[in-house]
């Protein structure tokens, strides 16, 4: 349960840093090149631009600092699995703002950013951490964590295939 509470707490400051970045240029985005009086899909494009940059910021931090010790020794696998499962979360917050702004006709800056930034953002959040502790850095999955405990059927066919067994000095 202790480990599960460091990793949650780890997991949260990776993701404030992302969520930083990603509202920060979201916002930035969508007031300039993807304003929606100049392009009309433009807050979508701006969610997918801000979200890519924090997508790989928050890869980098929960391979190195959130799940260090489940992390693979070949991080392309790994790396594939996490953007996988990044953009599935990126494109629940997507539904959110494409819902709000389009459907439902909020279209202010405020509106935007709650559909994304906040209930996409949460919702995204959960199955992301969800799919990250359970498939990307499983450690069954990565051969991470304790080794395995030779049993005493190995040591002894070693020894026999040894001739005898080593001693030490």
Same mark, same amino acid.
């Given at each position: ?66 799940? +260090?010790?489940? #992390?693979? /020794?070949? @991080?392309?696998?790994? *790396?594939? &699995?996490?953007? !996988? ?55 069954? +999955?990565?051969? #991470?964590? /304790?080794? @395995?405990?030779?049993? *005493?059927? &190995?040591?002894? !066919? ?12």
């Amino acid at each position: 349960m202790r480990t599960l509470i460091a990793q949650l707490a780890r997991f949260g400051v990776v993701g404030a840093v992302g969520f930083v970045v990603d509202v920060g240029i979201f916002n930035v985005l969508r007031v300039t090149v993807f304003s929606p009086t100049q392009i009309h899909e433009g807050p979508v494009w701006a969610k997918v631009v801000s979200t890519s940059i924090a997508i790989v910021i928050n890869w980098l931090g929960n391979r190195y600092w959130t799940f +260090r010790k489940e #992390a693979r /020794k070949h @991080p392309l696998s790994e *790396a594939i &699995e996490f953007f !996988v499962v990044s953009l599935v979360g990126m494109g629940i917050g997507l539904g959110c703002l494409w819902i709000s702004h389009y459907v439902l006709g909020y279209t202010s800056q405020l509106a935007d950013n709650i559909s994304a930034n906040v209930v996409g953002l949460a919702l995204g959040t959960l199955f992301r951490f969800a799919l990250y502790r359970l498939w990307v850095f499983n450690p069954k +999955r990565t051969g #991470a964590g /304790k080794r @395995p405990h030779k049993s *005493a059927t &190995e040591i002894s !066919v070693r020894e026999d295939a040894l001739g005898a067994a080593e001693t030490p000095v």
